[in-house]
């Protein structure tokens, strides 16, 4: 059934539930703001969510290591390792397949890995989409020795050459390997059809015949509906597809060595069969070491569309029992659940199986289907009957309840592999995962710890802001600074007063555990009696018109020094500073208009540990310029300036100088900056008498820098610039606030 039109029906029977008086809740629902499991790698430019489709299983357990297909963002998709002791998936950098379009099933074998890769095109009963001739189906097999997986000669073979919703493989007892799928055709004009499509490679997949259709009776569902393969019973295939319009999951099974597409070689029955009964969510497990040969299967129905019953079954396990050669029929979850996409995992030393499948986040229903969390339930093998509700929560995204589509392996897991599955949060583009060993339960984990800090470097006194940066919901935050100080809040600020070199250390904590994470903080002796220093200079004009100025960071500038920057530009353009610098002086205009005139720009920085080399500020139409930048060492790095900034313009073109007023100083030892502009690129600036020049632009529009140590605190007097020739002028001032 197409998707929108589930919502829809489903959103009008939450509706009659609620005002009939039934409420569709469920006591075993997780927190939102908990979180399960482990977040991944982030992912981006895949059309799919990547850890789809519903019958696909995109992990296999292998020489002692879980390992998957997974979108590498800019690249395609790789093989992954878990690497379980670090809680990260490792990319071993093998490449299968480029195209962003796709999805796939993988199949270990004990000697080979095998994954059919085939392109999506995903259809529903609304909007019925053709397969797309031309988009080959791919099947890569790979052999494995000494911990590396290598692609085998001759492969990728080709198994199909049209696209396709779903796609799944197996292998019989002759090494044959089997493919499924449904293909659908048609127009609006004729009407569509949907076959399900079956396909058998020569031993090790090495070559593929033509494409058949499943020679049955009436293989022929909605346009919605796809199709699985299971070998089971170490000699028998066989295909389960739903079929929405008739209510029924078809279950076609054949002996391996009979002839493929002979119908005489096919057995077909529903495995279940009634109204609402079917819908286009099914995975198939096989038990190939019971000698019976029974095969599970996790079928969803769409009896929340068609019954206005919260106690009908919403997913159901479905048993095939070879010695009956029959089905029975166990209910996994509730319509009231409001749950969707199931898997199955079969825990052979436990006689268990394990169900999964995505569930709202918190209680209530808006329409099954919704992403959420990833539930878990379990039942005996033998006798499988699950508990009430939607199980318990094996991944959650405490701050985004966006969860779904999860998967797992085809395999049976035991004591060595534990249990593994991996889901992802599409709208966050990221891969999540809960690994345990077996027979322990699921639950919230530990948060990994994570903080930045800037300053990491500088002067004392050096204040230092910390900013958490932890993931997997922590509820409690520890902080220890090195010199004896601590705090429990999120994102202290703390400030070192003595040189040192310091471990600054986080332990974030919620339920489940808690982690630690470490920086090195340097703190090295300030100037003497807090002196403010020049410590480096940089310059840059442009004599033609761009629409940004770049300036080079001083090469000896340090983490904790204060950069002060001084733009002059042509006409009157406007200016987007780079992130973190503070304006002092923005737009100071020197009869500035779209035809004349100048307009000064100053900015302050602190330098953190990983600035750029240089920094590049935006200008709104292109101009002519001319800037510089000077270090300075010592200053307060939370309150660099010591006093107001102030300025002067004079527009007469008939001046030779420019006065600045007086400002007054709070601290000892301040450093006095000032500087001037005019509307011309011709230089000839002399600084007040007792400053520094610390640099001029020499071209572009004149801008220039200079400073003055004020030893005590109070009143400067004034400061006059003087130049060669008449000009039309800007200047500015201020001070800068020693660290000590």
């Given at each position: 059934m197409n998707s929108t039109t589930k919502r829809l029906l489903s959103q009008v029977f939450a509706f009659c539930l609620a005002v009939g008086g039934t409420a569709v809740v469920t006591s075993t629902a997780a927190q939102a703001a908990t979180t399960y499991g482990i977040q991944s790698i982030s992912y981006s430019g895949v059309a799919n969510p990547p850890t789809s489709d519903k019958p696909q299983s995109k992990l296999w357990w292998n020489d002692g290591s879980w390992w998957a297909d997974m979108w590498t963002t800019g690249s395609g998709w790789h093989i992954y390792r878990l690497d379980r002791a670090a809680?990260?998936?490792?990319?071993?950098?093998?490449?299968?397949?480029?195209?962003?379009?796709?999805?796939?099933?993988?199949?270990?074998?004990?000697s080979h890995l095998y994954i059919a890769s085939h392109v999506v095109t995903v259809s529903?009963?609304?909007?019925?989409?053709?397969?797309?001739?031309?988009?080959?189906?791919?099947?890569?097999?790979?052999?494995?020795?000494?911990?590396?997986?290598?692609?085998?000669?001759?492969?990728?073979?080709?198994?199909?050459?049209?696209s396709s919703e779903s796609m799944t493989i197996d292998q019989d007892s002759t090494g044959a390997i089997w493919a499924t799928w449904t293909q659908v055709a048609g127009n609006s004009s004729s009407g569509y059809t949907n076959t399900v499509h079956v396909n058998a490679s020569a031993?090790?997949?090495?070559?593929?015949?033509?494409?058949?259709?499943l020679p049955v009776s009436n293989p022929r569902p909605g346009p919605d509906d796809i199709s699985a393969v299971v070998s089971y019973g170490n000699n028998k295939i066989g295909v389960m597809w739903s079929?929405?319009?008739?209510?029924?999951?078809?279950?076609?099974?054949?002996?391996?060595?009979?002839?493929?597409?002979?119908?005489?070689?096919?057995?077909?029955?529903?495995?279940?069969?009634?109204?609402?009964?079917?819908?286009d969510h099914l995975n198939l497990k096989a038990l190939l070491a019971d000698p019976s040969g029974r095969v599970y299967a996790a079928a969803k129905t769409s009896l929340d569309v068609t019954s206005s019953d919260p106690t009908r079954p919403q997913l159901q396990l479905l048993v095939f029992k070879p010695g009956t050669g029959s089905f029975t029929q166990s209910t996994n979850a509730t319509v009231g659940d409001c749950v969707t996409r199931p898997q199955i995992?079969?825990?052979?030393?436990n006689n268990t199986v394990h169900a999964f499948h995505t569930a709202p986040s918190t209680s209530g229903c808006a329409f099954s289907g919704a992403a959420g969390s990833i539930y878990e339930k379990t039942a005996s093998m033998d006798d499988p009957v699950f508990g009430a509700g939607r199980g318990t929560p094996v991944i959650q995204d405490g701050s985004s309840a966006n969860i779904n589509d999860v998967t797992t392996t085809k395999q049976a897991v035991n004591s060595s592999t534990g249990i593994v599955v991996m889901a992802t949060n599409h709208v966050t583009r990221r891969y999540w995962y809960s690994d345990r060993p077996l027979g322990t339960a699921p639950g919230p984990t530990a948060p990994v710890a994570s903080f930045t800090a800037s300053p990491t470097s500088g002067t004392a006194p050096l204040p230092?802001?910390?900013?958490?940066?932890?993931?997997?919901?922590?509820?409690s935050w520890s902080w220890t600074f090195g010199d004896g100080g601590t705090s429990t809040s999120r994102s202290p600020s703390h400030q070192y007063s003595a040189a040192g070199t310091y471990t600054a250390t986080l332990t974030a904590a919620n339920s489940a555990g808690s982690t630690s994470a470490s920086a090195t903080i340097t703190v090295t002796a300030g100037g003497s009696s807090g002196a403010v220093t020049a410590v480096g200079t940089s310059t840059s004009s442009s004599t033609t018109a761009t629409p940004s100025v770049a300036l080079t960071?001083?090469?000896?500038?340090?983490?904790?020094?204060?950069?002060?920057?001084?733009?002059?530009?042509?006409?009157?353009?406007?200016?987007?500073?780079?992130?973190?610098?503070?304006?002092?002086?923005?737009?100071?205009?020197?009869?500035?208009?779209?035809?004349?005139?100048?307009?000064?720009?100053t900015y302050y920085r602190v330098v953190g540990a990983s600035d750029p080399a240089s920094y590049t500020w935006n200008l709104g139409t292109s101009a002519k310029w001319g800037g510089g930048i000077t270090a300075y060492r010592g200053v307060n790095q939370a309150t660099p300036l010591d006093s107001p900034v102030v300025t002067a313009v004079d527009t007469s073109y008939a001046a030779t100088s420019i006065t600045l007023p007086s400002i007054t100083t709070a601290s000892n030892g301040a450093m006095l900056i000032g500087g001037i502009g005019y509307?011309?690129?011709?230089?000839?600036?002399?600084?007040?008498?007792?400053?520094?020049?610390?640099?001029e632009a020499a071209g572009g529009q004149i801008a220039q820098a200079a400073d003055r140590p004020q030893a005590a605190a109070g009143a400067t007097g004034t400061a006059t610039w003087t130049f060669s020739t008449v000009k039309a002028s800007g200047a500015w001032r201020a001070a800068l606030k020693p660290a000590g």
């Open positions: 809680k990260k998936w490792v990319d071993t950098g093998l490449r299968n397949d480029s195209r962003a379009n796709n999805l796939a099933d993988t199949l270990w074998d004990g529903g009963d609304a909007a019925p989409k053709p397969s797309v001739s031309g988009q080959p189906a791919k099947l890569y097999r790979y052999s494995y020795a000494a911990g590396k997986y290598t692609l085998d000669a001759g492969f990728p073979t080709t198994i199909t050459n049209n031993p090790g997949g090495t070559s593929w015949p033509a494409p058949f259709v079929d929405q319009p008739n209510g029924a999951m078809w279950w076609a099974t054949r002996t391996d060595g009979t002839a493929p597409t002979a119908t005489s070689s096919w057995r077909v029955q529903p495995a279940v069969k009634s109204t609402g009964q079917a819908d995992l079969l825990d052979t030393k230092v802001s910390f900013t958490d940066a932890s993931t997997g919901s922590p509820t960071r001083p090469t000896a500038a340090a983490a904790g020094d204060v950069l002060v920057a001084s733009i002059t530009t042509d006409l009157n353009p406007s200016v987007t500073a780079p992130a973190g610098w503070t304006a002092m002086v923005n737009g100071l205009s020197v009869n500035s208009s779209s035809s004349s005139g100048a307009r000064i720009f509307d011309s690129g011709t230089p000839g600036t002399t600084p007040p008498s007792g400053w520094t020049e610390r640099w």
